[in-house]
């Protein structure tokens, strides 16, 4: 089936974060703790479904000269959407991501997907393919930031889980460490995809 | 159609939209939105006021002070804004005094961004709690009057150079002894 294809593309095989390397901005930089790498995966997914179904639907109708600024509107209008009701429902959440939530309209997946995806293909694929980019990146972030957070505070989804004993890593929260555990795993996953090429290669 | 004419008309159509979204949007949200930076303000009012259930806000020269009543409508105590420039950005701070007796009540850190597990200790009770009952006579020296986190002098003295000007300014408009 072609939809779940597509859907399943980003979650492994065009992975935005550890395959395509594209929105690594917002990656780097909310995935200080797991529950932030979840809440922003899951608002760029909501964004960039929606703005996905929208450019889909409005293919037809969009002259090709103006298509990146209607896209961009699509986008903004979204994303500020995402903002406000995070605000004014979660604020404990928009304390910690409300600063990163107005940059999901200058994320490069949503115009990437937007432009490379949505805008060739009808609604019901480029729902897929948001859904799969969306999820894949959550899941990306999520994993980052569950790593980041049990090195550098000892805990996961703020639980406690390191013993007493445990001192934390603090560079593992600030900048560095999110290069470096973004660099391993993006080392690791690239490990596995070349094992997978070679076992299923027949010359 | 002139290609020019359904190039504007279509950016027109979707910026009408996109504006028409928005609008409804911010009348669903702003409510709750005003509403909830109003709690939080009063829940930290009422944590640096001990015993104070309701809050008062009055603009008292160029500060604006918050005054903390109990059930009965006595004054608990005053509380007031400080702001102090930390290690990575703006130190937002809110302090409970007492100016009956002239000392603080105590203080509570409302926003800052210091360094995680080195200046973001300034959050915690060890740090704050010893600002309780300190006399506003006293010079708020790091490591003579306060006590600074070991390797994170910087937020320190940030938190108590922003608490002592503050300090100042409000001991002008309500002298120690003086009455609420």
């Known amino acids: 089936m072609q939809i779940i294809k597509d859907f399943v593309n980003g979650l492994w095989n065009e992975n935005p974060i550890f395959r395509m390397v594209i929105g690594i901005c917002s990656a780097l930089a909310v995935t200080t703790a797991a529950n932030n790498g979840i809440a922003m995966g899951l608002a760029l997914t909501f964004v960039l479904t929606c703005s996905s179904i929208l450019v889909s639907l409005l293919r037809n109708v969009i002259p090709s000269k103006v298509r990146i600024p209607c896209y961009i509107i699509v986008v903004a209008t979204f994303t500020t959407v995402v903002d406000l009701f995070m605000k004014a429902y979660f604020p404990a959440l928009y304390e910690v991501l409300g600063i990163f939530i107005p940059l999901i309209v200058v994320n490069c997946i949503v115009l990437a997907r937007a432009e490379a995806f949505a805008s060739k293909v009808g609604v019901a694929r480029a729902t897929a393919d948001a859904l799969g980019m969306g999820l894949g990146y959550t899941w990306a972030i999520t994993l980052i930031s569950m790593i980041r957070e049990l090195l550098g505070a000892g805990t996961l989804f703020g639980y406690q889980v390191m013993g007493d004993g445990f001192t934390p890593w603090i560079s593992a929260i600030l900048p560095p460490g999110a290069f470096i555990v973004m660099g391993i795993l993006v080392g690791l996953i690239n490990m596995i995809n070349r094992k997978t090429v070679k076992d299923t290669d027949c010359h | ?180």
């Open chain 2, 1 to 180: 159609m002139n290609q020019y004419a359904r190039m504007i008309i279509v950016l027109m159509i979707i910026s009408i939209a996109s504006g028409a979204v928005l609008a409804l949007s911010y009348e669903i949200t702003n409510p709750t939105i005003q509403e909830q930076a109003r709690q939080k303000l009063e829940q930290s009012v009422l944590t640096v006021i001990p015993g104070a259930t309701k809050m008062e806000e009055i603009q008292k020269e160029d500060m604006i002070v918050y005054i903390g009543l109990d059930d009965e409508g006595n004054k608990k105590g005053i509380s007031f804004e400080a702001t102090g420039s930390g290690f990575n950005g703006p130190i937002e701070i809110m302090v409970g005094y007492n100016p009956i007796e002239g000392n603080l009540l105590a203080i509570e850190i409302l926003s800052m961004s210091e360094t995680p597990g080195l200046g973001a200790k300034i959050k915690e009770e060890a740090f704050t709690s010893q600002f309780k009952g300190k006399s506003s006579e006293e010079e708020f020296a790091v490591k003579e009057d306060v006590q600074a986190i070991s390797g994170a002098t910087i937020s320190s003295t940030a938190v108590a150079n922003a608490i002592k000007t503050s300090l100042d300014k409000i001991v002008k408009i309500y002298p120690v002894g003086g009455d609420l």
